[in-house]
């Protein structure tokens, strides 16, 4: 009898790209979503999930990022300074002001693993305010998501 074995990547033998994503009008959700799947690599063949097999995601124009109905007022963030009484909390429309890099960063982390390889996978995400990014040296491919944008 002939036992097929089952593929385990290594580390090592993962081939890595380098994707661009525009987020101009897209539901941060839904960019999130598919953003969060090609870090971890469950697009390609050799997927496994122990591994980092993922490839590099670099986001721009984070500024222009949309969320639907009266999510802008209404979504809160929330962070604690580790004192009594230290909860802070921020509306989108004030976190996509101040920091827009943070919006994106958050809602891809919240749908990676919680543990010691969604901490490595998370670091493969690149965010950028604007159009340009420092990571030409990379060759970096446009990737249509194939998401609906929100009219704005």
């Given at each position: 009898m002939n036992f097929q074995k089952t593929f385990a990547?290594?580390?090592?033998?993962?081939?890595r790209a380098w994707h661009v994503v525009d987020a101009t009008d897209?539901?941060?959700g839904r960019l999130a979503s598919e953003v969060a799947q090609i870090l971890r690599g469950k697009h390609k063949p050799t997927f496994?999930?122990?591994?980092?097999?993922?490839?590099?995601?670099?986001v721009v124009n984070s500024e222009k990022v949309a969320v639907t109905s009266d999510k802008s007022q209404a979504k809160i963030y929330y962070r604690h300074s580790g004192y009594?009484?230290?909860?802070?909390?921020?509306?989108?429309?004030?976190l996509i002001e101040r920091n827009p890099r943070v919006v994106i960063e958050r809602a891809v982390r919240g749908m990676l693993p919680k543990n010691r390889l969604g901490?490595?996978?998370i670091k493969k995400l690149k965010v950028h305010i604007g159009?340009?990014?420092?990571?030409?040296a990379q060759k970096p491919e446009p990737l249509d998501l194939k998401i609906r944008k929100v009219e704005s």
């Open positions: 990547p290594k580390t090592i033998e993962v081939e897209m539901p941060l496994a999930p122990h591994v980092d097999c993922g490839d590099f995601v670099i009594p009484g230290g909860l802070k909390e921020e509306s989108f429309e004030r901490r490595k996978v159009p340009d990014h420092p990571h030409e």
